[in-house]
């Protein structure tokens, strides 16, 4: 399989809203809240005109989406944390059908690197839920900080921003 990575278009939105109703569906058959009511909000940040979303593609198919944001929200993160410069990556969706080729991992790869080439010192990210911890903890992602908010738990993630020596082999399929 042949990966690339590319800012969303508006013509994604389909796309996207099909990529967040598969990961939805199986979200619900493993007894897990899904996104299906926040579908076509987070399809319409493809054509958000800040760039801040992009489509992972396999063969030329949208299989995955994120946003990315060059401020970190300031939540329970201290000033320090604030002030360091860093990537916030939300809302990466993948789909479900493809995950043997781990493109959540892929998304979060890409991210580190390219958080590195911009000299920048982290990649920050946050979830909801004890199963997203582990398996960001896998990508090696780090627990910094867990809040509590009205809807429950916020986990606030980090990892720092590396280069990824084999990341263009990983985008060329080989």
């Given at each position: 399989m042949r990966f690339s990575i590319r800012p969303a278009r508006p013509d994604d939105v389909q796309s996207v809203t099909g990529i967040?109703?598969?990961?939805?569906?199986?979200?619900e058959e493993?007894?897990?809240?899904?996104?299906?009511?926040?579908?076509?909000k987070?399809?319409?940040?493809?054509?958000?005109?800040?760039?801040?979303?992009?489509?992972?593609e396999a063969d030329g198919r949208a299989i995955g989406c994120t946003?990315?944001?060059?401020?970190t929200p300031p939540m329970a993160w201290t000033a320090e944390e604030l002030?360091?410069?860093?990537?916030?990556?939300?809302?990466?969706?993948?789909?479900?059908?493809?995950?043997?080729a781990k493109p959540g991992a892929l998304i979060a790869l890409?991210?580190?690197?390219?958080?590195?080439?911009?000299?920048r010192q982290w990649v920050r990210r946050g979830c909801r839920f004890?199963?997203?911890?582990?398996?960001?903890?896998?990508?090696?992602f780090t627990l910094i900080h867990e809040m509590r908010k009205t809807h429950g738990p916020m986990y606030l993630m980090g990892r720092r921003a590396q280069r990824?020596?084999?990341?263009?082999?990983?985008?060329?399929g080989h």
């Open positions: 967040v109703l598969a990961r939805s569906a199986w979200l493993h007894g897990m809240p899904s996104w299906r009511a926040d579908a076509e987070l399809a319409a940040l493809t054509a958000s005109p800040d760039g801040s979303m992009f489509i992972l946003t990315v944001t060059d401020t002030a360091q410069p860093s990537l916030y990556l939300y809302s990466t969706v993948t789909d479900p059908a493809l995950r043997e890409w991210a580190v690197d390219r958080a590195a080439r911009e000299g004890p199963s997203l911890v582990s398996y960001y903890q896998r990508q090696g990824i020596e084999d990341l263009e082999d990983r985008f060329n």
